[in-house]
C-alpha cells in the first residue's frame, strides 16, 4: 500500500472514531509531512484524495478541515471493504483444507492478541 494510501487510511479512521470531529483543523501539508517523515507531494496527495471523497475541504488561506460527513456511510464503507477481504481469507482457508470452526478460533485467537 503507498504511503498516501496509509495516511489516508488512519485519517479515516480518525473521522470514524471520533478522534477527529466535524470542523476541526488539519495540520497543515508540510507540518505532517515533517511529522511522519514524508514528502510534501505525498501529503499532499493524501490530502486531495480525502478531499475528493468529501470527507475534508480546503479554505483558501486557512487550510484543510474535517467536513460534516457521514460517519454510518463512511463505515459501511469501510465494512464493504473488510468483507470482501474476509472473503479473500475464507476462500484461502478452504484451500489449505480449514473448516469453519478451526478458522473461527484462528480468528478468536489473533482477535484477543
Do not use: H, W
Not at 493524501?46 to 471523497?53: C, G, V
Not at 465494512?79 to 480468528?107: F, N, Q
Amino acid at each position: 500500500m503507498a504511503i498516501y494510501e496509509q495516511i489516508v487510511n488512519q485519517l479515516k479512521n480518525t473521522i470514524v472514531t471520533g478522534e477527529l470531529k466535524a470542523g476541526e483543523a488539519l495540520p497543515s501539508i508540510r507540518s505532517l509531512a515533517a511529522e511522519l517523515g514524508v514528502s510534501v507531494i505525498t501529503t499532499k496527495r493524501a490530502y486531495e484524495e480525502l478531499e475528493k471523497e468529501g470527507l475534508i475541504r480546503s479554505v483558501a488561506g486557512k487550510g484543510f478541515y474535517v467536513c460534516e460527513y457521514n460517519t454510518d456511510y463512511l463505515r459501511e464503507k469501510q465494512l464493504m471493504m473488510l468483507e470482501k477481504r474476509l472473503g479473500e481469507v475464507i476462500s484461502e482457508a478452504k484451500r489449505a483444507g480449514l473448516g469453519c470452526d478451526e478458522l473461527l478460533e484462528m480468528v478468536e485467537a489473533l482477535y484477543r492478541e
